[in-house]
């Protein structure tokens, strides 16, 4: 039987937070105290440029574990910015708590593993949407990849992204001015591949891969 969030959660001893849509969570350079399991709400990792933009890295979501890097003693400090992008409850976590419950439990050993091996499938993706030359191709990968990370099934080949995305954070998340995300999603909601109310996506799979022009993906989402 797959283990819920709420299984999850359980197994830690850790306090339950709460924290408001733009709340910061952790700073860059800081060493963080602990670490959090995510049981509602989307996390925004990003940096900051030197003239104040705003480049967002990646998400983490429900199910999630973050710094997962220094939750594991691979980094004493914290590369980045981390912020609530809409409220949040999470569970905190210590290095301890994770070594000792995995030690004690293979099956959350596998959840972590399968969670990370998915995530850097989907971090690939994001690398590929990054490398596209056009406005146009960068978003479509980007929307695959949050397809594939964040998507629900919801019938036939449609999927729901579930954060709230402004156009702000889709551009910042590509890279791109918010004026072009709004011209290239308007571009996207005629030809029928996406549409969206109060910043919630719902994107047609099979009309995303024609646009993107390679069905080589389909085999990565069930």
């Known amino acids: 039987m797959d283990m819920t969030i709420a299984d999850i959660a359980a197994k830690f001893p850790g306090t339950i937070r709460h924290f408001k849509a733009k709340a910061p969570i952790i700073y860059q350079g800081e060493i963080p105290r602990c670490g959090f ?3 509602k709400g989307i996390v925004k990792v990003y940096n900051l440029h030197a003239n104040g933009n705003e480049q967002i890295l990646r998400f983490y979501g429900p199910g999630e574990f973050f710094p997962l890097p220094w939750l594991y003693g691979k980094v004493s400090t914290e590369f980045f910015y981390y912020e609530a992008v809409e409220n949040c409850e999470v569970v905190s976590i210590t290095k301890r708590d994770v070594e000792e419950v995995i030690k004690t439990d293979p099956e959350l050993e596998r959840y972590i593993m399968d969670s990370a091996l998915s995530d850097q499938t ?10 596209q030359p056009r406005a146009n191709e960068k978003l479509e990968y980007t929307l695959y990849y949050l397809l594939f990370r964040y998507g ?5 080949e449609k999927y729901v992204i579930n954060m709230s995305l402004t156009h702000i954070t889709l551009a910042n998340l590509v890279g791109l001015t918010r004026e072009t995300i709004t011209t290239e999603m308007n571009r996207l909601r ?9 910043k919630i996506y719902k994107v047609d799979r099979k009309k995303l891969e024609k646009a993107i022009g390679d069905d080589n993906f389909s085999e990565l989402i069930g």
Request: charged fraction near 30%.
């Open 37 to 39: 399991f995510i049981k």
């Open 122 to 131: 989907a971090l690939n993706l994001r690398i590929i949407s990054l490398e």
């Open 152 to 156: 629900k099934h919801v019938g036939d």
């Open 190 to 198: 005629k030809k029928g591949i996406i549409t969206y109310t109060k």
